[in-house]
């Protein structure tokens, strides 16, 4: 009996509103302290080249609490110019107020932004019915699709799965960046919407994508945006052992990056600096990563790099 080859996947039916590899892309400054708009339009050119369907800006990789608003939307004129049509630009606007958020969704539609993406409001802890009327609020406001970012670890607030779902039903609401690290919930609402998950937790790329996600909004993108594209494109084809292959390729310099007791900006801003990528210094009250950190982080990386 001759082997045959297994039937190619049927494509996925899930709306990907803002495509499959979305990088959550750091903010470059100059060395003095002000935007590099330069170095952000030289590095939205890099990842968009090296296989990003999106860019989200000013988020928490973003370093978004230091932004000022006119930064914000300097920020995405100069990301939607270097870009053009080849990638989606979505503008992190979420705050603690409702207002400002309101705002700040306005002033990214004006500035080019092509969707949006709002955290759940931080630190006031509000009940699920207010968590509901801000981010409807938001959606009204603007005609931009909105995504919602999930990540109750740092804002003390979980967008409940009854929330999800009812959120979902505004033609606006499109996705979900999921930080929750609750993949049952996750799954309750994926089999009951038809809201676009992407993972934010980079070692959940293929796991969140296997069972319906619409891909990532990675941190770790930002310096391997061929790599973690790669996991999604050889699922697609079927190829599920080399996915998980490139999946566990990339745990140790993501265990690195995202797990060592400094936020993912100041490690990936040390790494994109020792590779001579525009990135530039955190702002406080973040700190810039240690030689010892950015050494060991620059010989995972080569590690990966020899390997994939």
């Known amino acids: 009996m001759t082997e045959t080859s297994p039937p190619p996947l049927r494509p996925r039916s899930r709306p990907r509103p803002f495509g499959r590899a979305l990088c959550a892309m750091v903010t470059p400054f100059t060395d003095e302290g002000p935007l590099d708009l330069d170095g952000a339009q030289r590095l939205a050119e890099r990842l968009v080249s090296e296989g990003c ?6 988020g928490t990789t973003g370093e978004s609490p230091t932004l000022t608003d006119t930064e914000r939307s300097a920020l995405v004129r100069a990301v939607a110019e270097a870009v053009g049509n080849r990638a989606v630009v979505v503008a ?4 603690a107020d409702t207002r400002h958020s ?11 932004a092509d969707g949006l993406l709002a955290v759940t409001p931080y630190y006031s802890r509000p009940p699920q019915d207010a ?12 005609g931009l699709p909105l995504a919602l970012y999930d990540i109750p670890g740092r804002t003390g607030t979980r967008i409940e ?11 606006r609401i499109v996705a979900v960046k999921d930080c929750a ?8 609402v994926l089999a009951t919407t038809e809201l676009a998950y992407y993972t934010g937790c980079d070692e959940y790329v293929l796991a969140l994508y296997a069972i319906g996600g619409a891909g990532y909004i990675s941190t770790v993108a930002n310096v391997i945006p061929r790599h973690f594209r790669s ?4 699922f697609d084809r079927g190829e599920t052992d080399e996915a998980a292959r490139l999946q566990q390729l990339a745990i140790p310099l993501t265990e690195l990056m ?9 490690t990936t801003k040390g790494l994109l600096g020792a590779l001579g990528l525009p990135a530039g210094p955190v702002r406080a009250p973040l700190q810039p990563a240690g030689r010892e950190t950015t050494d060991g982080l620059l010989t995972a990386y080569e590690r990966l790099m020899a390997a994939g």
Do not use: C, N, W
């Not at 992190?92 to 705050?95: A, D, Q, Y």
């Open 53 to 58: 369907d999106g860019l989200v800006l000013s």
């Open 92 to 95: 992190g606007i979420g705050t």
């Open 258 to 266: 995202m797990a060592s007791g400094l936020p993912g900006t100041v």
């Open 131 to 142: 968590v509901e009327a801000h981010f409807r609020a938001i959606a009204d406001a603007s």
């Open 231 to 234: 996991i999604i494109d050889a």
């Open 161 to 171: 799965p009854e929330t999800m779902r009812r959120l979902a039903e505004h033609p």
């Open 102 to 112: 309101v705002q700040l969704a306005l002033e990214a539609e004006k500035a080019g």
């Open 181 to 188: 690290y609750d993949l049952l919930g996750t799954q309750k």
